[in-house]
């Protein structure tokens, strides 16, 4: 189990595939537009081309974030594209395959993960392939190199801060973030951390195919200098969260409030009632940096984000590095062999 998260004792039962297709069909009259199939991991299951098949039939864009280990399966992968699935996300947070093992508790994640970032290309190639690095202090210095990598590769790359307990947290607070402080990039050299941010930003704005958001960048830097992680959320009425079982979370640090299978959920979603629950449960919260629930809500309040957003549509995503594929397929040869090194020794001196 990778240290940087929480797996919950709570175990809830996957719904069959009729259910889903209940699932889907309330989601469309919900008016969602965009669906992310994550886990657990999504190619575990035998029947996921069908499930996709589900949500696309009520044309929702779909896509899946996987660890990328050996059951994505060309075969499997091809049977997704062909039922619709849109994007594919790769979880991968060194080129490092030691460090990226030990962060994982596995064997040849760096080797899976890299060919399925391939495989990802080659059977989605109007789709995005993204890669989904969790930024620690095992990796913080790597950051603007992955991104680099990923780019001359034709990969998109998102990253997402390691959010984990604070010492005054009881352990049921949150459900998903870990425990192990030894991942906090909180603990780094601060003038270390403010110059990998500032190239971040640098590449952001170069078009490297970083998806994060300038506004995102800079919040988390300022958070690292101030401590300060609370914001106007809008987890719950931007986004939902919908376990395995169908239960309905207005994030994933909080349990559920409903489930989406409940005849009457639609209408409790759009009462005032549900409303003040969900923001009586953020506004209690004290914060986190995952990027699903703060990128949304910046580009629906801030006009610079959502700017920067329609300049990276045309500049750089789904039309920028699209066509240039095909000339980038071949760097995927030796991949590792000519990977930028990972940080060495104490993490935390940078």
Not at 107 to 135: C, E, F, K, Y
Not at 167 to 177: M, P, Y
Not at 192 to 200: A, M, N, P, S
Not at 227 to 256: F, H, M, N, Y
Request: hydrophobic share 35%; with cysteine; aromatic share 10%.
């Amino acid at each position: 189990m990778c240290g940087q998260h929480r797996t919950s004792s709570e175990r809830t039962g996957e719904l069959p595939l009729s259910a889903i297709r209940a699932v889907a069909e309330r989601i469309a009259r919900m008016r969602a537009y965009h669906i992310v199939i994550t886990g657990g991991e999504p190619f575990l299951r035998p029947d996921l081309p069908d499930v996709i098949a589900a949500f696309r039939q009520h044309n929702l864009s779909i896509r899946v974030q996987t660890n990328g280990g050996p059951q994505v399966t060309s075969q499997m992968l091809a049977q997704c594209a062909r039922a619709g699935l849109c994007d594919i996300s790769v979880s991968l947070d060194t080129l490092n395959p030691s460090l990226q093992d030990e962060i994982c508790q596995s064997r040849r994640v760096v080797d899976h993960a890299l060919r399925t970032m391939q495989l990802g290309q080659q059977l989605l190639p109007h789709g995005i392939s993204q890669a989904n690095i969790v930024a620690s202090a095992y990796n913080f210095a790597e950051l603007p190199d992955l991104v680099r990598f990923f780019y001359h590769r034709g990969m998109y790359t998102y990253i997402t801060p390691v959010m984990i307990e604070r010492g005054h947290a009881t352990g049921r607070s949150f459900r998903f973030r870990g425990q192990d402080a030894s991942f906090k990039p909180e603990d780094m050299d601060a003038d270390v951390c403010h110059r990998i941010l500032d190239e971040l930003i640098g590449l952001r704005r170069l078009g490297f195919g970083l998806t994060n958001s300038t506004r995102y960048l800079r919040d988390y830097k300022s958070y690292l200098t101030n401590g300060q992680s609370s914001w106007r959320c809008e987890a719950g009425i931007l986004t939902l969260d919908i376990l395995p079982d169908g239960s309905v979370c207005p994030c994933k640090e909080k349990p559920p409030i409903g489930n989406i299978l409940d005849e009457g959920f639609p209408q409790y979603y759009r009462s005032p009632a549900y409303l003040q629950r969900v923001r009586k449960i953020t506004s209690a919260c004290q914060g986190c940096f995952y990027g699903e629930y703060r990128e949304p809500q910046y580009a629906l309040h801030d006009p610079s984000v959502l700017q920067e957003w329609v300049r990276g549509w045309f500049c750089t995503f789904r039309r920028g590095m699209r066509f240039n594929r095909a000339m980038k397929s071949e760097r995927w040869t030796n991949t590792v062999a000519c990977s930028p090194s990972a940080a060495h020794g104490d993490p935390k001196k940078g």
